[in-house]
């Protein structure tokens, strides 16, 4: 847990209620926009400090991100720790010069993965096998945010948080941001309570009406929370 970081990150614009879609998890009720952060240069420098003090020691040559959220993340730490950075695409463009791969590298080099967020995990596998496959050696990954679903999904991440090829760090989890939103009173315990059961188990809370009309309840009387237009959905 990065208290330094933990404190930045309570203010109200930051939260978003409502029943969102993501192709990774369906159905999600809650949301920390990790857009809000890159869009505030003081909260972003912070960031990229942290995340710099970590990956410094590993000795890379090259930060890598993909698009698109990570992308700012990454060049800002990029720029903290002075090393060329790489543009990773989630499909060719289909024009110009076509690369899942964007920016200059030697096969070889050290390559670390700067992204906002991890989830399950299957996107950073898939940027991890598309770094090798082109000769560069893939230290870890390094994210500001981590999901940190329960066990089943953690059970997935095995490839990446029990592997001892691959480093990996994260400022903050979200189970982390919600104990400290409760102890500080933005959030309340039973809000903040009721995240954390999604978060344990996020496709099978989906699945239950009880569910989704104990959050509306309890989030309808949070003041600082942004509620999505399908809040109104639930």
Not at 30 to 43: G, P, S, T, W
Not at 54 to 62: A, K, N
Not at 81 to 92: A, M, T, W
Not at 178 to 194: G, L, R, V
């Amino acid at each position: 847990m990065n208290q330094k970081v933990l404190e930045l990150l309570l203010f109200k614009d930051h939260f978003i209620a409502g029943k969102m879609n993501s192709p990774r998890v369906g159905h999600f009720p809650f949301l920390a926009d990790a857009r809000k952060i890159f869009c505030r240069i003081e909260i972003l420098d912070v960031v990229a400090e942290e995340l710099a003090g970590i990956i410094g020691p590993w000795d890379v040559d090259l930060i890598a991100s993909p698009e698109a959220a990570g992308v700012p993340f990454g060049v800002a730490t990029a720029l903290k720790v002075k090393k060329n950075f790489l543009y990773l695409r989630k499909e060719p463009k289909g024009y110009q010069t076509n690369n899942l791969i964007e920016g200059d590298f030697t096969p070889g080099q050290r390559v670390v993965i700067v992204d906002d967020f991890i989830s399950k995990g299957g996107g950073k596998e898939k940027y991890v096998k598309v770094l090798e496959a082109a000769g560069l050696v893939v230290v870890g990954v390094a994210v500001f945010n981590d999901a940190h679903y329960g066990p089943k999904y953690l059970e997935e991440q095995k490839w990446l948080r029990e592997n001892k090829k691959y480093k990996f760090t994260t400022l903050v989890t979200w189970p982390e941001l919600m104990d400290y939103a409760a102890e500080q009173k933005f959030f309340s315990q039973e809000f903040c309570e009721i995240v954390k059961d999604w978060l344990d188990d996020p496709i099978e809370w989906q699945t239950k009406d009880e569910n989704w009309q104990k959050f509306k309840g309890v989030a309808i009387k949070e003041k600082n929370l942004n509620f999505h237009p399908s809040f109104e959905e639930i």
